[in-house]
């Protein structure tokens, strides 16, 4: 229904793809129809800005982060605090088929939990009860699976451009080696 970014033109790419939402230009949502509120933003503003943002009675406030606890929403305006957490790397411009993206969720809350599983579901998703450690070592473990091994990937595409050769040849290498290691681990 709305959107807020310390930055407008990034809310109105944002809204661009929403239907019918209003860009907000400051945290008031007190007078909202809402009743989730997603913080999709960096680790390090989440804090604030939970501290910041004015919810209606029996909101439900979640965050988006791999490594932030939830305790970090406690003392926000909103009644119900929970983690929604997409266990993917998005980068903009890259369409993504959320139905490949497992939520990983969490709350002290039964009932906002059952509400993020429908969430999830209504993606078309699955979706993981998870304890904030246990999610921080997920997210962990992403960075060596994802990051890291782009990061190799991109040290083996410059050995390969040094050389002027095609770094296509290595792609069926690249293919297998990543099949192998979820078929029969690595």
């Known amino acids: ?22 860009i907000k230009d400051d945290l008031d949502f007190s007078n909202s129809k809402a009743e989730l509120f997603i913080l999709s ?46 266990l993917q790397s998005f980068t903009k411009g890259r369409e993504m088929d ?13 009932e906002v939990l059952r509400k993020l599983k429908l969430l999830a579901k ?19 473990a992403a960075v060596f699976a994802s990051n890291f091994s782009n990061h190799m ?3 083996a ?7 002027g050769l095609d770094y296509e040849m290595l792609k069926p290498l690249i293919i297998e080696t990543i099949s192998k290691s979820l078929q029969i681990g690595a």
């Open 1 to 22: 229904l709305e959107v807020y970014s310390r930055n407008k033109k990034s809310a109105e790419q944002i809204n661009s793809r929403l239907y019918a939402a209003e």
């Open 41 to 86: 933003v960096t680790d390090g503003a989440i804090e604030s800005i939970a501290d910041e943002i004015i919810l209606p009675k029996n909101s439900l406030l979640v965050h988006t982060s791999g490594t932030i606890p939830l305790d970090i929403l406690n003392f926000s305006s909103a009644r119900f605090t929970g983690v929604f957490y997409p």
């Open 98 to 110: 959320l139905t490949e993206v497992p939520f990983l969720i969490e709350s002290d809350d039964q």
């Open 122 to 140: 209504s993606l078309k998703s699955s979706s993981f009860t998870i304890k904030s450690k246990d999610r921080m070592a997920i997210h962990v």
């Open 153 to 155: 990937l991109r040290i």
């Open 157 to 163: 595409e410059e050995i390969m451009r040094r050389q």
